[in-house]
């Protein structure tokens, strides 16, 4: 069964960091490209970061220089660090697990405000 649990999700104060966390279970995860994407509210869901097996990366234009997506394969976790971030962040964030077949998380709320 192919799990993906996001973690470290929360409120924070608009210039603050998180770090987001995506740990998978039951694919050939170093296979994958894993991204981060989210919805916000009346919003589509739009893809935020993206890392190849190979871990090119893709950013979002929004988030350039502020986000950084990594991967850690020995863990199975791929992670998005948020920093300067801003009210217009504020979204539910999901991983995705992209080769053969497409697997989403269950997401993780992210609500920057003061």
């Known amino acids: 069964q192919v799990q993906l649990v996001e973690s470290g999700g929360g409120l924070v104060q608009p210039g603050g960091s998180l770090r987001l966390s995506c740990q998978a279970s039951g694919i050939a995860f170093n296979l994958y490209i894993m991204s981060w994407y989210r919805q916000a509210p009346g919003k589509q869901r739009g893809l935020v970061a993206s890392i190849t097996s190979g871990a090119s990366t893709n950013y979002a234009d929004s988030v350039k220089g502020r986000f950084t997506i990594s991967r850690d394969n020995a863990k199975n976790t791929v992670y998005l660090q948020m920093n300067s971030l801003k009210p217009e962040d504020t979204a539910v964030y999901s991983c995705?697990?992209?080769?053969?077949?497409?697997?989403w998380g269950q997401g993780t709320q992210v609500t920057v405000s003061s």
């Open positions: 995705n697990a992209c080769w053969k077949k497409d697997y």
